[in-house]
């Protein structure tokens, strides 16, 4: 091979061979440098593209659901209802500005100033996460809100791109404030309270404006761990943490100069209250709400709009006075029932409404046992008799029309009448003789002494004396429902339908001196976007002062010498009325003190709400009537309302006494009241002070004689009674002569 050929052999080997610096000819910093900048500016167009592809979506449902929160008279919570989310959506400056700034102190200090999405941040959260030091969140307040507020919690990278995006455009849209406020109303606390109101209740039990700083810090400081750092339930490491989260906080603030050296130093970690059963429909709260439904739809507020949720309705209900008419009903007669034992017990429902008789306003209400178990409101339904408690109106029918008997004396407190028991009406088309309590007869007897006893003779003749037209017009007026109301002599034994609330307005009024009163439990209605006050009830004066006040002034009567002795006390002023229906289906216990108007009953409930039976037995005390058990919770609920008494008394002008005609001439026909069997008993008595008594009236040893045959109202007619007839189906007495002796008292 000649020195060519090897020189051609040596250069195939050279090219062969790999050439020295090749690899970093291929990578030179020039090159990684234009690759490095490609791929951002890639990545650049890339998120250009995503940010204006991707829009600000509308709220998600679950962060704009709200709960609706029903409050006593005096802001405390009574019930909260929606649809499974305990959040009321409350406005930033409700919020104190120190309880603003912790928020902002534990998640994200520089909150003011940056725009929205804190790269740096995420990456030491993430560091801090995988290093076990825990959460400290990584995410700024305004990503946290837009993941609450617009997105899910799905720990995906699609969602978490959305997220960056929508938090620059947020923070471009929205003010630092709209922001804030957004986020401490949608994040969640634990306990089941969404947003810092529901979560101010839940840990303290107080409204979000009234936090303090240090309780406003541990708020702040729960949401990075909820579950893990509940005081309550957590384990010694999570209180450790939550403590230290807590003074991390603070510090920030002092950094941050939200927070002096010196307050921070007088701050103690406030421990929160132990958790309370979310407030629903149980107890009493049920027919509480339901009664304030009902008026709230009357004032134009719909079911469909109470369904959006974010409403405070406020009720006229006390509730030191609420609990001291639960705790009556429990102690005067669900702690004497055997409802599991005893099958009379377990019909027996009991219902009350008590309204401030200036006012209207509901202040207490009693619906039954509970309104899970029984949701039929007892305070409510008008399924039921007022019996007796009615008897008040004819009078007043019969003092504000000027009505006379039929021998033409003017009626009043004084008016005499004949209280022989089944003695037939006179001057009625349709016939009707109703029998006395226990078929008892008290001859010539005072309108006052009618009243104390209840005797259904007296106003049988009184009501057609007055006419019932006349007397359905008062009391219509005065707030008796026209439901089944006839106008005929019957009705004067409360034959018609009314609930413990309509016939609480019907006394309020007579206790406000005849200027009507309405009962209303709604306060106010308040959302953010909406307000609506009560209407206020018209205060028209209904019947004539004297009018009412006369009857108040019978009814102290019957308290101080009557049927309604079981509210007779020195403690306070007292009128009232009781009544028990046919057959003892129904008892009440009516009345009022110049402070307050409450009406108690009892009612027989058999076979799921849809049949009326017999209180008779009841805690197996014989005859459930009126003057009983009504009357005894009536008694110890007053007491405990009024504080344990008041020294205020009615003021009764211009009452009437009525006009009592001259004594007639003996006859030879003995009175129903000289038979030894009738002879009134030594507590049977006249109520009626001297210058209450007619001076003609021969005293309670002298029975007075009948008047002559020409005064018929006053002397049972010669002729035969009319047979009994049966009552109506509903155990209504109907047009009868006769009864079965459980009408009246």
Request: charged residues 25%.
């Amino acid at each position: 091979m000649g020195r060519a050929d090897a020189r051609r052999a040596q250069a195939r080997e050279s090219r062969r061979a790999p050439k020295s610096g090749g690899i970093r000819r291929l990578f030179t910093w020039k090159k990684l440098l234009g690759t490095f900048f490609g791929i951002v500016l890639l990545g650049m167009g890339a998120f250009g593209a995503l940010y204006v592809y991707v829009d600000v979506p509308a709220a998600n449902a679950m962060a704009e659901r709200q709960s609706n929160v029903y409050q006593y008279s005096d802001g405390t919570v009574l019930a909260r209802t929606g649809k499974g989310v305990n959040r009321q959506i409350v406005d930033l400056d409700e919020v104190p500005k120190k309880v603003q700034h912790a928020f902002v102190a534990a998640e994200n200090k520089s909150f003011y100033d940056d725009e929205g999405v804190d790269l740096k941040g995420t990456t030491r959260a993430l560091l801090n996460t995988v290093s076990g030091k825990g959460k400290q969140g990584g995410s700024t307040i305004t990503q946290q809100y837009v993941k609450n507020f617009y997105l899910t919690q799905d720990p995906t990278v699609s969602r978490k791109l959305k997220e960056l995006v929508i938090s620059l455009k947020i923070d471009q849209e929205k003010s630092k404030d709209e922001i804030l406020a957004g986020y401490i109303n949608t994040a969640y606390y634990g306990r089941g309270a969404s947003g810092i109101q529901a979560a101010a209740q839940a840990y303290y039990g107080i409204d979000a404006k009234d936090l303090d700083v240090s309780q406003g810090a541990y708020l702040a400081s729960v949401l990075q761990a909820p579950s893990q750092y509940d005081w309550n339930s957590a384990t010694d490491t999570g209180k450790k943490l939550v403590k230290e989260r807590w003074a991390y906080t603070l510090r920030n603030m002092v950094e941050m100069k939200w927070l002096t050296e010196s307050e921070r130093a007088g701050l103690e970690f406030p421990v929160p209250q132990k958790p309370k059963p979310a407030q629903g429909m149980e107890g009493q709260a049920g027919y509480l709400v339901e009664a304030a439904n009902k008026e709230l739809d009357k004032q134009g507020v719909s079911a469909a709009d109470r369904d959006a949720g974010g409403w405070t309705f406020t009720l006229t209900v006390d509730k030191k006075r609420q609990k001291a008419l639960e705790k009556a009903v429990d102690d005067q007669l669900e702690s004497k029932l055997d409802r599991e034992g005893n099958k009379v017990d377990a019909t027996v429902q009991a219902g009350a409404t008590s309204v401030d008789p200036k006012s209207g306003k509901v202040v207490a209400l009693y619906g039954g046992e509970d309104y899970i178990k029984h949701y039929i409101s007892n305070a409510t339904r008008q399924d039921y008799q007022p019996a007796s408690t009615f008897k008040p109106l004819v009078l007043a029918s019969a003092l504000e029309n000027e009505s006379k008997t039929q021998d033409g004396s003017l009626i009043g407190l004084n008016t005499v009448y004949d209280g022989t028991s089944k003695r037939p009406v006179v001057g009625s088309d349709t016939p009707f003789a109703p029998q006395n309590q226990d078929d008892r007869s008290y001859g010539q007897v005072s309108v006052q002494k009618a009243l104390n006893s209840s005797v259904n003779s007296v106003f049988a003749q009184m009501i057609v004396d007055v006419t019932p037209a006349a007397v359905k017009e008062t009391a219509l007026a005065l707030g008796v429902p026209d439901k089944n109301f006839p106008e005929r002599p019957a009705v004067t034994l409360g034959t018609m339908n009314a609930s413990t609330w309509d016939m609480a307005g019907v006394y309020a009024t007579l206790d406000n001196h005849g200027r009507k009163v309405t009962p209303h439990i709604l306060q106010s209605a308040e959302h953010r976007d909406r307000t609506v006050n009560a209407e206020k009830p018209k205060r028209e004066q209904v019947i004539s002062r004297a009018s009412a006040d006369t009857v108040t002034k019978g009814l102290t009567g019957v308290v101080d010498a009557g049927s309604g002795g079981a509210a007779n006390t020195p403690a306070y002023d007292a009128a009232a009325k009781t009544g028990t229906s046919e057959d003892n289906k129904s008892a009440w216990f009516a009345g009022y003190t110049p402070e307050l108007t409450t009406v108690v009953a009892l009612f027989g409930e058999g076979d799921g709400g849809r049949k009326q039976v017999s209180l008779t037995g009841t805690a197996n005390s014989g005859r459930a009537s009126g003057s009983g058990f009504p009357a005894r919770i009536w008694a110890d609920y007053t007491l405990g309302a009024l504080g344990g008494g008041s020294g205020k008394t009615f003021d009764l002008q211009d009452v009437e006494r009525g006009e009592v005609p001259a004594p007639p001439t003996p006859s030879g026909t003995p009175s129903e009241e000289s038979t030894p069997s009738e002879k009134p008993s030594p507590s049977d008595r006249p109520s009626e002070t001297p210058s209450e008594t007619p001076s003609d009236t021969p005293s309670s040893s002298t029975p007075p004689s009948p008047p002559p045959s020409s005064t018929p109202s006053t002397q049972p007619p010669t002729s035969p009674e009319v047979p009994p007839q049966p009552g109506d189906d509903d155990g209504q007495p109907g047009e009868r002569p006769g009864g079965n002796g459980l009408l009246g008292e």
